[in-house]
């Protein structure tokens, strides 16, 4: 029951901030399955729950997306994440430019990690910036920022800081931002995951029994919940809020990819 209450808390927890920041649920909830179970099946398991969950998010706000902002950005992002799905393999067989042991497992710092993650500082670090505090994106960068979005989903799966940073400055109100954002995030995550073939994903669920099947429902369950709460608590946080809460959790990813460590 151990693994039930850890998998339902964190769920819970980051559901609902995810629902502000856009992203981070799988980057947390994947590490936390794979305590308990091997890692292709947590992968596979935060796949259905990250799934789900962002379905359940457009029932709940989805109504309160930017449909503009969802064709410029949305489109091009799901457009380019089958190039950077495609790409994939060719980065995995890359040798890392260094390993390390830290908590008792083992880190790569790769080419790919390194880059993106230093990318996303670079951006949460214009975020926290006074200077920009009034800068908005022009619409022609929406589809800029869709496209460079996009390819860093299909090559990494992170492609939530990225399109966080820019719909953040698209001069959307703060309901329209997280609607437009859990939107293109499932228009993305459906053409990532047909790109990348449903063969591992059909290979490793063929092989779960009713104890990881639990799990998976616990998870799924708890992160309804967290972003059913963070809806509830949507019209008493301020954008700034939004954006201070955005900037911390993307420095933090950052800084994480870099070192190898997410």
């Known amino acids: 029951m151990a693994e039930y209450a850890?998998?339902?808390?964190?769920a819970l927890a980051v559901s609902g901030l995810t629902l502000f920041s856009g992203f981070g649920l799988g980057t947390v909830l994947m590490p936390v399955f794979a305590l308990f179970f091997p890692v292709p099946v947590a992968i596979a398991a935060t796949a259905v729950v990250h799934l789900a969950n962002n379905l359940f998010k457009v029932g709940l706000i989805g109504r309160q997306a930017d449909w503009g902002a969802v064709l410029r950005f949305g489109l091009p992002a799901a457009l380019a994440a089958i190039l950077g799905a495609r790409l994939l393999a060719v980065f995995a067989g890359l040798p890392p430019l260094a390993t390390y042991h830290f908590a008792g497992a083992a880190h790569e710092v790769s080419v790919l990690k390194l880059t993106v993650g230093l990318l996303i500082v670079a951006f949460a670090s214009l975020e926290l910036s006074s200077r920009l505090e009034n800068l908005a994106v022009p619409p022609r960068l929406l589809i800029l920022g869709g496209l460079i979005s996009g390819f860093f989903g299909g090559l990494t799966g992170n492609q939530g800081a990225f399109r966080t940073a820019f719909l953040i400055k698209a001069g959307l109100t703060k309901e329209a931002f997280i609607g437009t954002g859990v939107v293109s995030t499932v228009i993305v995550d459906t053409v990532r995951l047909v790109a990348y073939g449903l063969s591992f994903y059909t290979a490793q669920f063929a092989a779960l029994d009713r104890h990881v099947l639990a799990a998976v429902a616990v998870g799924t369950a708890s992160a309804f919940l967290g972003a059913w709460l963070g809806a509830r608590l949507l019209k008493k946080v301020t954008l700034r809020f939004v954006?201070?809460?955005?900037?911390?959790?993307?420095?933090?990813?950052?800084l994480a990819l870099a070192a190898g460590i997410a």
């Open 6 to 10: 850890v998998i339902a808390a964190t």
């Open 243 to 254: 954006q201070i809460l955005v900037a911390a959790m993307m420095i933090a990813l950052g």
